[in-house]
């Protein structure tokens, strides 16, 4: 899987890694603490949360013109880490205590993400552009991808270690209700003699608070939303630090894909990579490209307006409907402690039943070493005792899940290649939607009798008319396999099929459909306390069918763009060999 790349991908990857780590920390946490900090509604933080990810999508595309005009792929880059910085750093150390310093955080955000993240995409499709590595580009994208979700996947734990580390400081622990309930008591909402009154008087008993009568609870109240969203911002904080050592890689590494560094018109003047193969399209040619690009992206928006609702909607279920403990072997999976050596056990018994000769003995050791490290973890922190977790905490499984499932996916692949059976990048894009489909099934089934969101204010639950985690689980390993199937395609679809001088503005276009769709997540927020579980994962249901229904329907026409791609750059290669030999 790792051979026969450029030393430059794994120099981007581990840039991107640093990147995202910082991103989805701060995601981890965000709605959570618009909620708990500004006592917003489910709606207004929905609408919120899907402008902010539209802007962090769509300004791509305006960091693609950048680039391919103007300053070119580094320096654009460069530009994107140190704005990022910027905006992290407001949300850390907010400058007063009203929304606007948040929104200009955000906003800084957004515009650094649009000038990074489509242009060092196009950098690992550039290293691709040579010979040597052209046959690996899908491979290359998969192993990017996975590097992202390395940075996504301890996220998740870090923003829960960084909230409770705050709030046992304080002599509290984190407890899903209070910051609503809070909120209530400021506005008015509930009084003395109500049940959200009781029931607050008892949380905060819980945690230690002597309640007498309510000045003491609304202090306490106080008090509690104001190291819970002390906490988060210590967890935004995190970003500024991986965000400078993300820009350490990429500057001090740059040797690796400094010939990659070339927009089309810095190569006409003779720059970037000598061997790189350059083609050149008719007007006709260049026009089936983007269309089809097009074709792709609109398909797109449906995926990722489904898929991220990992931080929306999937959140409130995991705050309001799940069980907030687990018990038995399954805790392994909700501690870095018990999730790491769980994944190197699995690369363990990967290497192990598909290795060669020399790498096979180094997985059985892997595996029994980490076999025994588990058997350890488990007895030690787990066994014989309920583990207690934070709802941001499930947002940790997907990026797990790709970790675990890209080699797998990768020689799936691999295997249909050999056997002259894989099926094209838009045809993988498709699949991909009908799993996706079946992921929100899962969830459909584990909401059926469950409390309508509007109405948990006046009827809430019980730990014990909550359900299984499991749910949420097995929600996220189908919708991850969804993914692999098409997002990194989708972004090697991209930089194949993309016309050279407009690589960096495809890039951005192919996050600008992702944005759209990100936006469209917030809809999807604004109907959780309009209608029964059933129906809104339904509609997710829905939408997923028929945009996989729709890229079936288009898919000789997409199939015969990428067919064409492919033959004309196997055929600008071969017109490079001969040239080299003169």
Same mark, same amino acid.
């Given at each position: 899987?790792?051979?026969?790349?450029?030393?430059?991908?794994? %120099?981007?990857?581990?840039?991107?890694?640093?990147?995202?780590?910082?991103?989805?920390?701060?995601?981890?946490? @965000? /709605?959570?603490? *618009?909620?708990?900090?500004?006592? $917003?509604?489910?709606?207004?933080?929905?609408?919120?949360?899907?402008?902010?990810? &539209?802007?962090?999508?769509?300004?791509?595309?305006?960091?693609?013109?950048?680039?391919?005009?103007?300053?070119?792929?580094?320096?654009?880059?460069?530009?994107? /880490?140190?704005?990022?910085?910027?905006?992290? &750093?407001?949300?850390?150390?907010?400058?007063?205590?009203?929304?606007?310093?948040?929104?200009?955080?955000?906003?800084?955000?957004?515009?650094?993400?649009?000038?990074?993240?489509?242009?060092?995409?196009?950098?690992?499709?550039?290293?691709?552009?040579?010979?040597?590595?052209?046959?690996?580009?899908?491979?290359?994208?998969?192993?990017?991808?996975?590097?992202?979700?390395?940075?996504?996947? @301890?996220?998740?734990?870090?923003?829960?270690?960084?909230?409770? !580390?705050?709030?046992?400081?304080?002599?509290?622990?984190?407890?899903?209700?209070?910051?609503?309930?809070?909120?209530?008591?400021?506005?008015? /909402?509930?009084?003395?003699?109500?049940?959200?009154?009781?029931?607050?008087?008892?949380?905060?008993?819980?945690?230690?608070?002597?309640?007498?009568?309510?000045?003491?609870?609304?202090?306490?109240?106080?008090? !509690?939303?104001?190291?819970?969203?002390?906490?988060?911002?210590?967890?935004?904080?995190?970003?500024?630090?991986?965000?400078?050592?993300?820009?350490?890689?990429?500057?001090?590494?740059?040797?690796?894909?400094?010939?990659?560094?070339?927009?089309?018109?810095?190569?006409?003047?003779?720059?970037?990579?000598?061997?790189?193969?350059?083609?050149?399209?008719?007007?006709?040619?260049?026009?089936?490209?983007?269309?089809? #690009?097009?074709?792709?992206?609109?398909?797109?928006?449906?995926? $990722?307006?489904?898929?991220?609702?990992?931080?929306?909607? +999937?959140?409130?279920?995991?705050?309001?409907?799940?069980?907030?403990?687990?018990?038995?072997?399954?805790?392994?999976?909700?501690?870095?402690?018990?999730?790491?050596?769980?994944?190197?056990?699995?690369?363990?018994?990967?290497?192990?039943?598909?290795?060669?000769?020399?790498t096979k003995p180094i997985g059985g050791i892997m595996a029994a070493v980490f076999?025994?490290? *588990?058997?350890?973890? !488990?007895?030690?922190?787990?066994?014989?005792?309920?583990?207690?977790?934070?709802?941001?905490?499930?947002?940790?499984?997907?990026?797990? @899940?790709? =970790?675990?499932?890209?080699?797998?996916? %990768?020689?799936?692949?691999? $295997?249909?290649?050999?056997?002259?059976?894989?099926?094209?990048?838009?045809?993988?894009?498709? =699949?991909? +939607?009908?799993?996706?489909? *079946?992921?929100?099934?899962?969830?459909?089934?584990?909401?059926?009798?469950?409390?309508?969101?509007?109405?948990?204010?006046?009827?809430?639950?019980?730990?014990?008319q909550m359900v299984s985690p499991y749910w949420?689980?097995?929600?996220?390993?189908?919708?991850?396999?969804?993914?692999?199937?098409?997002?990194?395609?989708? =972004?090697?679809?991209?930089?194949?099929?993309?016309?050279?001088?407009?690589?960096?503005?495809?890039?951005?276009?192919?996050?600008?459909?992702?944005?759209?769709?990100?936006?469209? /997540?917030? %809809?999807?927020?604004?109907?959780?306390?309009?209608?029964?579980?059933? %129906?809104?994962?339904?509609?997710?249901? =829905?939408?997923?069918? #028929?945009?996989?229904?729709?890229?079936?329907?288009? +898919?000789?026409?997409?199939?015969?763009?990428?067919?064409?791609?492919?033959?004309?750059?196997?055929?600008?290669?071969?017109?490079?060999?001969?040239?080299?030999?003169?």
């Amino acid at each position: 899987m790792l051979n026969g790349h450029p030393k430059g991908l794994f %120099v981007l990857a581990a840039t991107n890694t640093g990147e995202r780590f910082g991103y989805y920390t701060m995601l981890a946490i @965000f /709605t959570l603490y *618009l909620q708990a900090h500004y006592g $917003w509604s489910s709606a207004a933080t929905s609408q919120v949360f899907g402008i902010f990810l &539209a802007a962090v999508y769509f300004l791509p595309v305006i960091g693609g013109i950048v680039a391919d005009k103007f300053l070119g792929y580094g320096k654009t880059i460069t530009l994107g /880490t140190i704005v990022m910085f910027l905006g992290y &750093a407001l949300l850390a150390f907010p400058i007063g205590s009203g929304a606007i310093p948040m929104f200009i955080a955000l906003g800084f955000i957004a515009l650094g993400t649009g000038f990074f993240k489509g242009n060092l995409q196009v950098l690992v499709g550039n290293l691709y552009d040579n010979p040597k590595y052209s046959k690996n580009r899908d491979l290359a994208y998969s192993i990017f991808y996975m590097c992202i979700n390395i940075g996504a996947f @301890f996220a998740p734990s870090m923003a829960e270690a960084i909230s409770n !580390y705050i709030l046992k400081g304080a002599g509290m622990v984190y407890n899903s209700k209070i910051p609503a309930l809070a909120h209530q008591l400021f506005d008015g /909402t509930i009084a003395p003699g109500s049940a959200g009154y009781e029931e607050l008087v008892n949380l905060a008993t819980a945690q230690g608070a002597s309640i007498t009568d309510l000045s003491s609870l609304q202090q306490f109240a106080h008090t !509690y939303i104001d190291t819970l969203s002390q906490s988060y911002q210590y967890g935004f904080g995190v970003a500024c630090i991986s965000l400078i050592a993300s820009l350490a890689i990429f500057a001090g590494f740059r040797k690796y894909y400094k010939s990659a560094d070339a927009t089309e018109k810095e190569k006409a003047q003779g720059k970037g990579d000598k061997d790189a193969v350059v083609l050149e399209l008719t007007k006709e040619q260049t026009r089936e490209r983007v269309i089809a #690009l097009i074709l792709v992206f609109i398909v797109v928006i449906f995926f $990722w307006m489904s898929f991220h609702q990992n931080g929306l909607t +999937m959140t409130f279920f995991a705050r309001d409907y799940t069980t907030s403990h687990i018990s038995g072997i399954s805790s392994l999976l909700f501690s870095l402690s018990g999730t790491v050596p769980f994944i190197l056990l699995f690369y363990g018994l990967f290497l192990l039943f598909t290795g060669d000769n020399k790498t096979k003995p180094i997985g059985g050791i892997m595996a029994a070493v980490f076999a025994v490290v *588990l058997y350890f973890v !488990y007895q030690k922190n787990f066994a014989g005792h309920q583990t207690d977790y934070t709802p941001q905490i499930f947002q940790q499984f997907n990026p797990m @899940f790709i =970790i675990i499932l890209t080699p797998i996916f %990768v020689g799936l692949f691999s $295997w249909l290649s050999s056997k002259k059976k894989e099926p094209s990048a838009p045809r993988k894009i498709g =699949i991909g +939607m009908i799993i996706a489909a *079946l992921g929100f099934v899962i969830l459909l089934v584990g909401s059926l009798g469950l409390t309508a969101p509007s109405d948990l204010a006046s009827h809430p639950l019980s730990e014990s008319q909550m359900v299984s985690p499991y749910w949420l689980i097995n929600t996220y390993l189908v919708l991850t396999c969804a993914e692999l199937f098409l997002s990194p395609m989708g =972004i090697s679809f991209v930089s194949k099929v993309s016309p050279p001088k407009y690589k960096g503005m495809m890039q951005g276009l192919w996050f600008a459909a992702t944005a759209v769709g990100n936006y469209l /997540t917030s %809809v999807i927020g604004y109907l959780w306390e309009k209608v029964s579980l059933p %129906v809104l994962w339904g509609i997710l249901i =829905i939408c997923c069918a #028929l945009s996989a229904l729709f890229i079936f329907s288009i +898919m000789k026409r997409l199939e015969r763009v990428t067919r064409e791609s492919e033959e004309q750059l196997k055929a600008a290669e071969e017109a490079h060999k001969k040239k080299e030999k003169k």
